[in-house]
């Protein structure tokens, strides 16, 4: 079974660029969840989508940053212009409908450096 | 979101057993205790989960107190392949659907000595 894939895993660009970031869940999960890692900083929630609807978007820094799940399959993550303290990694996740005992699936993380 | 507690870092040897604690004084009735772990490099990654009984998988095993209001995370025999950064974690059960975020924090380091 494919794991959670993440792509690119590394993206180096400069303020005011904009990158894009792509998950790919696991067949069959309809939650997938953004986090990010920030330097010398704990793994910060950014949103969670069940199927293609953002059931909590509270941890979402600014409006630099859409999150989309069309069709509730793959996901991905635009920030729009990149700012310097955007740099970090971002996890995306994945799991099944539950009730909140099931597990979260991870990916190896973007990790991404503004310049 | 209910807090837990651990150790900034833990140090132990090859082959040896771990005892990882977490204190979670304010944890609800209904709140599910994971613990997820970071090794270098890589995003978490589940080890184990429990609501009130102990429990055992491949990883390891989950001891959790009779008032819930801590846990132990046991790995039976340490490898240097388990050095990473351990997340002991609360999620509260929902009736339906619609299963919360995890919420991390420090966790606790673990250095395994050849």
């Known amino acids: 079974e494919a794991g959670v894939t993440q792509f690119p895993s590394h993206s180096v660009i400069e303020k005011g660029q904009t990158v894009t970031l792509r998950c790919d869940p696991i067949?069959?999960?309809?939650?997938l969840y953004w986090y990010r890692r920030v330097m010398g900083k704990e793994i910060k929630f950014l949103l969670h989508?069940?199927?293609?609807?953002?059931?909590?978007e509270s941890g979402m820094p600014n409006n630099r940053f859409l999150a989309e799940r069309t069709g509730g399959t793959y996901s991905t993550l635009k920030v729009q212009p990149a700012e310097l303290e955007d740099s970090g990694v971002y996890f995306c996740a994945s799991s099944q409908v539950g009730t909140g005992g099931e597990k979260l699936f991870f990916g190896s993380g973007t990790q991404l450096s503004v310049l | 979101d209910a807090k837990t507690t651990q150790p900034n870092s833990m140090e132990s040897n090859e082959e040896e057993p771990v005892h990882l604690p977490c204190n979670h004084s304010t944890i609800s009735g209904t709140d599910y205790i994971h613990w997820y772990r970071q090794l270098p490099s890589q995003g978490p990654e589940y080890v184990i989960h429990g609501l009130t009984s102990n429990v055992n998988n491949r990883m390891a095993s989950l001891a959790i107190a009779e008032d819930r209001k801590s846990s132990t995370l046991i790995l039976h025999r340490a490898t240097l392949r388990d050095a990473a950064v351990y997340y002991c974690i609360l999620r509260p059960f929902v009736s339906l659907q619609g299963a919360q975020k995890l919420v991390f924090g420090q966790g606790t380091r673990l250095t395994i000595n050849p």
């Open positions: 067949s069959g999960h309809d939650n």
């Open positions: 989508f069940v199927k293609e609807s953002k059931q909590d």
